[in-house]
């Protein structure tokens, strides 16, 4: 009787474990963007969840539909996603409003004081860090230097704008399908709207005086819409007006783009020669600047990791962001694919790294970080924080009309003059509205 007895409890001692364990099984919902360090993560979820048990649904979008649907989700107490991909225009603003769940207590062996203040600062409010980078990015120049050494020309460490279009325009080969520059003209805050504002910083312009009056009708702005479009007319691709980032990815590693002016996150893809067809012959320099003018186009930006207050998954959705955002996770990516693929520009110690600091962009994507100051992104004062964006929660709507005015600029659908005016008029009725 006494051994059918401990049997018996034996037999329901099994029964409660495996009941428990079926109890912490969990499974997490994460909304990221289609880029390709963010695909190359859900490669490895799998080793994720045999750590930790805990399963992951990905929900992954193009750039703009992934930013209007969590958006949308976490300011409607949506409750779709347990973590949400969202960047340094995002965090401050969700995070005063509450809505995002702090990460002030990740573990000692996360070492958070190891990511780069540039990174934390933006993804923090109040001192508190609201999001974790997955990688952290600037915006440099890109060039084929086989095509720049067939132009006679030489790249510059920091170039100006003159000879960004002269060089364009001596490699630009319309007969094979090369054009001398590839840049963003696609609608959306964070697309074309992000590059035209960072450019329009070295040009001198602003989105908004101290007074938060809307800038663009002033000489700067135009400026700097003239020229893009000019440009992108003489020696960009067809149809340049509706490229985003992964567009003109795909365009410069097929060897069609003589320079490509974006996220120094894309130095890894356009040197892999599994996916480059120009991967030996890529040059780097650093954002062009205007004659006269002090600030470099380029931007500040991390796609980061984060949860939304109403989820119920809290504890599993920390596990999620320490394990992708930490050390361990780029040495498991720096021993499958190599040093230059691990998600680059989050923390202090990788460029401290031997084995990554000898990868041929490094130090030019952390000159790029450095070089970039979200508290005085423009020639003049503004009452805003944000390189290629301000910082305050009407800015994406706005920017996001505004992109679509420039755009359609760009396509020859209307002049320069006619989206400067709509952009003016509808940002300033968009503020007073907004009560500045």
């Known amino acids: 009787m006494k051994f059918k007895l401990s049997a018996l409890l034996g037999a329901c001692a099994v029964v409660s474990l495996a009941t428990a364990g079926a109890v912490q099984a969990e499974t997490i919902t994460i909304a990221t963007v289609n880029n390709g360090d963010m695909i190359r993560m859900q490669g490895y979820t799998s080793q994720f969840t045999q750590e930790t048990g805990i399963d992951v649904e990905w929900v992954t979008l193009e750039e703009n539909v992934l930013r ?22 995002e965090t401050p603003i969700w995070g005063k409003n509450g809505w995002l ?3 002030n207590d990740l573990s000692a062996d996360y070492d958070a004081a190891d990511i780069l203040p540039a990174m934390s600062g933006g993804l923090s409010y109040d001192g508190t860090l609201y999001a974790a980078p997955f990688y952290g990015e600037s915006s440099m120049i890109m060039y084929r230097t086989d095509l720049m050494q067939k132009a006679g020309l030489t790249m510059p460490d920091s170039p100006t704008w003159d000879f960004i279009r002269q060089a364009a325009a001596a490699m630009t080969d319309r007969a094979n399908d090369i054009n001398g520059i590839c840049l963003r003209g696609k609608a959306g805050w964070g697309e074309g709207g992000a590059f035209i504002t960072a450019m329009s910083n070295s040009f001198g312009a602003r989105w908004f005086d101290m007074d938060w009056k809307a800038q663009f009708d002033t000489p700067q702005w135009h400026d700097t819409l003239t020229f893009f479009k000019g440009m992108m007319d003489e020696s960009g691709p067809a149809g340049y007006a509706t490229n985003g980032f992964n567009e003109n990815l795909s365009l410069f590693q097929q060897g069609k783009c003589g320079m490509w002016i974006d996220a120094t996150v894309a130095a890894s893809f356009v040197t892999n020669p599994k996916d480059s067809m120009v991967a030996d012959s890529v040059g780097f320099a650093l954002a062009p600047h205007k004659d006269g003018v002090a600030k470099n186009a380029n931007w500040l930006w991390a796609w980061a990791l984060a949860i939304p207050a109403g989820t119920q998954k809290v504890d599993a959705a920390k596990q999620f962001i320490e394990w992708a955002t930490s050390k361990n996770y780029i040495e498991l990516v720096a021993a499958n694919e190599g040093w230059a693929n691990v998600p680059p520009g989050a923390r202090t110690s990788l460029y401290e790294n031997p084995n990554y600091i000898s990868v041929p962009f490094a130090k030019m994507t952390l000159d790029s970080i450095l070089s970039a100051d979200p508290n005085h992104p423009t020639v003049d004062p503004v009452p805003y924080v944000g390189v290629q964006f301000a910082a ?7 920017a996001t009309e505004v992109s679509q005015e420039f755009s359609a600029a760009y396509a020859g659908q209307q002049t320069v003059d006619e989206a400067l005016a709509k952009a003016q008029a509808l940002t300033t009725d968009a503020m007073e509205a907004a009560g500045y």
Request: aromatic share 10%; proline share 6%; hydrophobic share 40%.
């Open 101 to 103: 769940v702090p990460l």
């Open 392 to 398: 305050i929660p009407e800015f994406a709507g706005i």
């Open 68 to 89: 209007e649907r969590v958006t949308t989700d976490i300011s409607t107490k949506g409750g779709q996603f347990d973590i949400m991909t969202i960047g340094m225009y």
